[in-house]
């Protein structure tokens, strides 16, 4: 998610091969396009390799590339986890990407813990989790894929818009608000009848600067 002045963009972006061919220009022409003050990320782990429910087919290092990219563009940044359901995977992905984000070293070796024997039987950071799920998306689809995002982009509003703002209420509010009347129900007879009229409100006299219309025969 993008946010900025202007606007507030959602982009979901999976992409478990050539995701370098095709995540980089994409989001590349998103802030480019839009010009986020800054930005949310997701990082949903179900586009790992060997997810129980996922059928995408990234590495830990795969993903983790994608939050590098994300953040070299130097724009305030908030990540947060998301899908997930091989969960020591889950684990050694957001521990990945909490390291590139402090731009801390990590050993790939774990080091023991209470759950180490879930991690078996490499016990590493970065096990080898790709599918044998054949890659099915040769460069001419993904150059379309490419082509189709960046043309919807083009067409839609961009930075700078105008701004989104709260308006303020009138100087002088000369209508007096009943607190206990509710704008979503219909006014009863009783309540209309009981509402006061100025005495000026139907104006009749020889005064009258429409009198002349009013009392012609």
């Known amino acids: ?29 998103i802030i480019e396009h ?21 059928g995408f087919n990234l590495t830990t ?7 590098s990219y994300v953040k070299s563009f ?6 947060l986890g998301g899908g997930g359901y091989t969960v020591r995977n889950v684990a050694r992905c957001w521990t990945h990407e909490t390291a590139l984000l402090l731009e801390e070293p990590v050993v790939n070796e774990l080091p023991y ?12 950071l970065h096990p080898e989790i790709g599918t044998r799920i054949e890659n099915q998306n040769p460069k001419a689809y993904l150059d379309q894929i490419k082509t189709m995002v960046l043309e919807n982009l083009r067409i839609l509003d961009h930075a700078p818009s105008v701004q989104m703002q709260v308006i303020p209420p009138p100087l002088l509010d000369t209508e007096e608000k009943d607190e206990e009347s509710n704008a979503d129900e219909r006014e009863t007879v009783t309540a209309r009848e009981k509402r006061v009229v100025p005495e000026n409100e139907y104006y009749a006299a020889a005064g009258d600067q429409d009198a002349d219309k009013v009392f012609a025969t």
Do not use: W
Request: aromatic share 14%; glycine share 12%; proline share 8%.
């Open 61 to 67: 290092r795969g993903h983790g590339e994608c939050v």
């Open 74 to 79: 130097n724009i305030p940044l908030l990540v």
């Open 113 to 124: 813990n209470d759950y180490f024997e879930y991690f078996a039987p490499d016990f590493g």
């Open 34 to 54: 839009f010009q986020p003050s800054c930005i949310v990320l997701q990082c949903g782990a179900d586009s790992l390799g060997c997810d129980r429910l996922g």
């Open 1 to 29: 998610m993008l946010a900025g002045p202007s606007t507030v963009c959602v982009c979901v972006c999976y992409v478990p091969a050539g995701f370098q061919y095709v995540f980089k220009p994409i989001i590349q022409g």
